[in-house]
Nanobody, 117 residues
Framework: QVQLVESGGGLVQPGGSLRLSCAAS????????MGWYRQAPGKQRELVAA???????NYADSVKGRFTISRDNAKNTVYLQMNSLEPEDTAVYYC???????????WGQGTQVTVSS
């Protein structure tokens, strides 16, 4: 069973930075795509950034140039470095693993990011 645990959220002023972490249990981390998603109140969950097992990345247009996704396979951890944060970035951020070769998808419990002065 895979478990994902996010950390690093909090309250930050506009223009500030945060780094989110997502630690995965199990042995399938390194062979799967990892993603960060977010969901703001009243809105659908949306992709923020993703990174493949080979290190290829893609980003939502709204965060390009401000956010960076990375992974450390030795630590089973994926990161999201968020710079130049804006109030519009306020949301619950979720970590996702997969879909796996068996078509399973795993989600973390989410971490709140609030950008406000």
């Amino acid at each position: 069973q895979v478990q994902l645990v996010e950390s690093g959220g909090g309250l930050v002023q506009p223009g500030g930075s945060l780094r989110l972490s997502c630690a995965a249990s199990g042995s399938i981390f390194s062979v799967n795509t990892m993603g960060w998603y977010r969901q703001a109140p009243g809105k659908q969950r949306e992709l923020v950034a993703a990174i493949t097992k080979g290190g290829s990345t893609n980003y939502a247009d709204s965060v390009k140039g401000r956010f960076t996704i990375s992974r450390d396979n030795a630590k089973n951890t994926v990161y999201l470095q968020m710079n130049s944060l804006e109030p519009e970035d306020t949301a619950v951020y979720y970590c996702k693993l997969g879909p796996t070769i068996t078509r399973r998808t795993y989600w973390g419990q989410g971490t709140q990011v609030t950008v406000s002065s």
